[in-house]
């Protein structure tokens, strides 16, 4: 296959010469080809397989150009030329980009350095498929492919978009920086944002954590939450159900009032950006079901989750209004955020704006697909960067966001992680930023991407622990394994390591986000019935309380899954990112007939709230407190010793056992009272032991040699 790129301004490379038996000399016919422009050809040389053009003039990257070799005629590659130095030098910018909105008149910026041409549209309707002709402003182009222009008068309420002629083609585009958009994210839309804040917003304050262990983070979807009838909420799915107050099921809480009873210190929410309209139609929204990790515009809330998805600042107003609530009862939004691909690549805003710059394409000009969406988002690209980081930083302010989940992280670059946890940093010192660090081939290499094996270069940020999902519960890719909680022997020593927070990947716990289940794979639930189907309700149930036990009581940061602390299942749905409300509902039923669960997640919660000694939050600590004591397979002791992390309890001795039977163990000398056993967690123990103990099957047991009442 031959293919061309361009290296340099005046610099071609042509792969493939030899492949397809092209002879270079001097009379090898070569010529360069771009409408209007004629380009003489300094030096040719051929290097293995690639031969180096060199020209005495430089490519106009405003038109498209091809070369010709020997008859074959082959389309010129620009995405390589973005990276370089060259390129930055003349076309990175750092000046304002999106609008900037004043009663008398209103500022417009975007970039693209490959546009002959930018008009600004002006539209009074919000829906392009009704006929509105716009007025057209002609924006001017300044240094560094910047396209400006100044609309005098009040703008606000009305519509935008950008008509960019980019290669001869004229596209109509939504600003990527636009912070509201009309129904369905097609046009931008021109508010003035400090009418967006609810009353008070402007005291509103980030919840404040000393180190990411201190947080229980509490995963859910808006639409999930609150969509079925078992919820009592009025306006389900939406921001507004998720903050109503008081809701309950047969006396029991729900929505709000469950997450503040349950004890979490933040939330994860699931995407809540505006994503693809093809995905769910903010007209119709309950006709279709998706989770919405398929962006549109970035820079906006999800209009399927407002009672209004009509007005453009509606969904605002709520979102703060939701952020600003959870934050009255001191728990923290995490936004769970993608910024490695987006949908349908070809119909972006950024690939119509700039062709080949935003997303990662090999030399050949096609798309890079670690993210299996078939466009990785270049984020080593500087303008790409910026963006991103821009991104999260418009979030933390305008929306007081907390901290943020990056979705398939390790797709983007280590600089670019870095940078956006310095810049986050200086807004909100505690601000929370972890993500997947999975390993994915993509445009870059290994060494630069933000995966757990270069976490020791981000120590600012958390990575997802697969390791202690696995071990604890089975592999997610093969259904049948089990776990440990489960009963499969060998993987003691390997659970030991995450108990500890993995110290040989990660710098410090606060590095650990310790999970055994999420949006992504099968629920817990099901993976227990589907890797045990022998096992009895009970043992079932006892295997899950286990599981959690021992996120709750290991060293890192504990994540769980809305749900998962009653119970919840979806049927078996392994990827349930499109399957209907019956599937991804949280059925509060479930909490009703299985509350003795949810009292055991309550409980354990706070009482690793109360002890430092399951916060430790420096890799040393842990090092000097933890000692593990011998135990036969299918069982884990350790002891945790000396006040650790200036805890009340002079040392605490954890036993897991994972095994169908009670295990008796030989404790060290003294006094040791019982906090908690499989089904209870005492404040005052009313049990001691000296000796000797007996756990339960399946069970977690935490002893004590300090008393308290």
Known sequence: M???????????????????????????????????????????????????????????????????????????????????????????????????????????????????????????????????????????????????????????????????????????????YTPAVSINGLRGAIVDLAKTNPEGFENDQYVKLNNYVDAVIYEISIRDFTIDSSSCVNLKGKYLGLIEENTKLHGFDTGLSHIKDLGVTHLQIMPMFDFSYKSVDEKYPLDKYNWGYDPQNYNCPEGSYSINAFCPKTRIIELKKLIQKLHSIGIGVNMDVVYNHMFEERNTHFEGLVPGYYFRKNLDGTFINGSGCGNDTASENYMMRRYIIDSVKFWVKEYHIDGFRFDLMGLHDIETMKKLEEEVHKINPYAMLYGEGWNIPTGIDEEFRAIQKNSNKLKGIGFFNDTIRNVVRGSVFEYKEKGFVSGALGLEETLKDCIKGLPYLYTSPCQSINYVSCHDNHILWDKLNLSNPQSSFEDLKAMQKLAYAIVLTSQGVPFIHSGDEFLRTKQGVENSYNSPDSINKVDWNLKVKNIDVYTYFKELISFRKKHPAFRMFESEMIYNHIEFLDSPKGTIIYMIKGHANGDLFKDIIVIYNAQNKPFKFNLPQGRWYLYVDKNNIYKTPIKSFELEIETEPISLTILSNTYTD
């Open 2 to 176: 031959m293919y061309a790129y361009l290296s340099r301004f005046n610099q071609i490379i042509v792969h493939g010469v030899k492949e397809n038996k092209i002879r270079i000399n001097k009379n090898t016919k070569i010529k360069i080809f771009q409408p209007r422009v004629h380009h003489d050809i300094k030096s040719v040389y051929l290097n293995g397989n690639e031969l180096y053009i060199n020209l005495k003039n430089i490519i106009d990257i405003t038109q498209e150009s091809s070369v010709s070799i020997e008859g074959h005629i082959i389309k010129i590659n620009y995405s390589p030329l973005f990276k370089t130095e060259e390129f930055n030098n003349l076309y990175a910018y750092d000046g304002p980009l999106g609008y900037i909105y004043n009663k008398n008149y209103t500022e417009f910026f975007v970039w693209s350095p490959v546009a002959k041409e930018i008009n600004l549209l002006l539209f009074k309707g919000f829906n392009p498929s009704i006929d509105e002709e716009p007025i057209k402003y002609r924006m001017q182009r300044l240094e560094r492919g910047v396209f400006y222009v100044k609309v005098d008068g009040d703008l606000e309420n009305l519509y935008y978009n950008y008509e960019a002629l980019v290669y001869e083609d004229r596209k109509i585009v939504v600003d990527p």
